[in-house]
């Protein structure tokens, strides 16, 4: 691919390239390897002394055109953008984002001289009452939380026929935008990613709420390496019975991180949820693949509820033993074997970051070793929910574990003989 760098001073409108990829990728104006091919063109060429933007190097690639990108970037060109420059207060800066839902501006809140982001509900939804109702449920739940890893809420609205929402302005990028050009996360990097979000969902759950949509697009990383965890969209109190009745049989969430019992639409979703999902999430981002693939979101999401997940370790053979521990419990597919807790997954999390063997994870792994003994099954017949099928050097920790496993029970019955 031969690049020349473009004249000085063109300009796209653009912060940073991970704004420039993630938004040529939504727009389908380059596939995610097509992208990532011009990522690694990008840092051949700076190796070898030649600095130029992504946005150049695509279009020199014949991949988009500078009007095409000036497009994407300049609210000028995006009509709602034009009449919602007109809402009481905000000054719309550019277009930062667009999902199925809601499109996202960066604004000024000039009353305070700050950045923040504006969600907005196209005109198309607007009219069905049930997008609307969910939108505004969105802000309420949001304004409830107030945590250093959600993004915060401010303000709901509507001005000209347009639902907003203004909430905080991350001044970063998401574990999409990293994703979406191949970026696998090392252990280190994931697990302190991995803990930010369990703390905010900690805090959503004592609140009553569930997220029921974590995933890669809705975890913001901040310049300076705070996570936060957007998009309460699809958010419901727990106790919301009305709602859960209404939702009974649906499918919510998103495909590849769905949890099995949102795949079967039952109404007493839980935080346990959001615990699969994070699991889910976690596995996306230390190996490079989403835990089930599928032609169709049915074909994935039946994925999720009968088929075996193929350990993380399995695939990256880097990550540790408790890491990969901890990934598998909160994706067991029978949600009275993941974690009793949000805590106790934190608990897990921090336990790993430091080196430690993960408890919770490794107990129930334990446990159900000695449930099987005690029914009289052999260590052969034995496939516990949390480990991988034992082959080489896996055989020989299992066979470790069972050995544990048999010196606890001959104490104990050394004790009641007592």
Do not use: W
């Amino acid at each position: 691919m031969a690049i020349e760098p473009q004249p000085v001073g063109q300009k796209t409108g653009f912060g940073n390239d991970s704004q420039v990829g993630k938004s040529v990728v939504d727009a389908r104006l380059a596939t995610a390897a097509e992208v990532a091919a011009c990522v690694s063109k990008q840092a051949q060429l700076k190796e070898s002394g030649r600095d130029l933007s992504l946005a150049e190097i695509l279009i020199k690639a014949g991949f988009v055109t500078t009007s095409q990108l000036k497009r994407l970037a300049n609210p000028a060109d995006d009509s709602m953008a034009t009449s919602l420059q007109q809402i009481p207060g905000y000054q719309i800066m550019q277009k930062i984002g667009a999902g199925a839902m809601a499109s996202v501006y960066k604004a000024k809140q000039l009353s305070l001289d700050r950045m923040v982001a504006i969600k907005v509900l196209p005109k198309r939804l607007s009219e069905d009452p049930e997008f609307v109702k969910r939108f505004y449920k969105e802000g309420r739940a949001a304004a409830k939380l107030n945590h250093n890893n959600i993004v915060q809420a401010f303000d709901v609205g509507e001005y000209a026929g347009f639902h907003y929402f203004v909430m905080e302005f991350v001044d970063g990028k998401t574990v999409y935008d990293e994703m979406a050009i191949k970026k696998v996360y090392g252990e280190a990097e994931a697990l302190q990613i991995a803990i930010q979000i369990t703390r905010a969902l900690e805090h959503a759950h004592a609140k009553g709420f569930i997220h029921r949509d974590v995933k890669p697009k809705n975890i913001m990383i901040t310049k300076d390496g705070t996570a936060k965890l957007a998009d309460m969209g699809l958010a419901r109190e727990a106790s919301d019975v009305e709602a859960a009745l209404a939702e009974k049989g649906r499918a919510y969430g998103t495909p590849y991180y769905i949890s099995p019992e949102q795949v079967k639409g039952v109404e007493d979703v839980d935080f346990r949820a959001d615990i699969y999902s994070l699991g889910a999430t976690i596995y996306h981002m230390v190996t490079g693949r989403v835990p089930f693939e599928g032609n169709t979101p049915t074909s994935i999401m039946h994925k999720h509820l009968k088929e075996p997940l193929i350990p993380p370790d399995h695939i990256n053979a880097n990550l540790s033993t408790g890491f990969a521990e901890v990934i598998e419990r909160a994706m067991t597919k029978d949600r009275d074997q993941r974690y009793a807790s949000t805590a106790d997954l934190l608990a897990d999390l921090e336990r790993v970051a430091r080196g430690e063997a993960p408890l919770q994870a490794r107990s129930a792994f334990k446990a159900d070793l000695l449930e099987n003994l005690a029914d009289g099954q052999s260590a052969g017949d034995s496939q516990p929910a949390f480990a991988p099928e034992p082959s080489g050097s896996g055989k020989l920790l299992l066979g470790g574990v069972i050995a544990e496993a048999l010196v606890i029970v001959v104490l104990i019955i050394v004790l009641i003989m007592k």
